[in-house]
Nanobody
Framework: QVQLVESGGGLVQAGGSLRLSCAAS????????MGWYRQAPGKQRELVAI???????NYLDSVKGRFIISRDNAKNTVYLRMNSLKPEDTAVYYC??????????????WGQGTQVTVSS
């Protein structure tokens, strides 16, 4: 199984920046796409950004040009650099990883979530 540990959330003023990190550990064969989701109070969880093992990325329209997702395959870590933050970015951010187990099955793991609060 894979365990994901997130860090980097916090309180920031509008226009500020934060960087989230998510490190994967455990017993697995390989980690494939990794992504960041977020869930604001009263809203459904939504995909913010996703990155393939090869570095292909995709973003939620509202964060394009402001957020950058990246990963370090050697460290099994994914990052989310968030710039020009807006109050509407306030949410709990979750890391997600799709991976292949030692038995060659596919599975997915979630982090515990990290709060990002943007004040106006």
């Amino acid at each position: 199984q894979v365990q994901l540990v997130e860090s980097g959330g916090g309180l920031v003023q509008a226009g500020g920046s934060l960087r989230l990190s998510c490190a994967a550990s455990g017993n697995f064969f390989r980690i494939n796409p990794m992504g960041w989701y977020r869930q604001a109070p009263g809203k459904q969880r939504e995909l913010v950004a996703i990155i393939s093992r090869g570095g292909d990325t995709n973003y939620l329209d509202s964060v394009k040009g402001r957020f950058i997702i990246s990963r370090d395959n050697a460290k099994n870590t994914v990052y989310l650099r968030m710039n020009s933050l807006k109050p509407e970015d306030t949410a709990v951010y979750y890391c997600n990883a799709n991976y292949i187990t030692r038995s060659m099955y596919t599975d997915a793991a979630w982090g515990q979530g990290t709060q990002v609060t943007v004040s106006s």
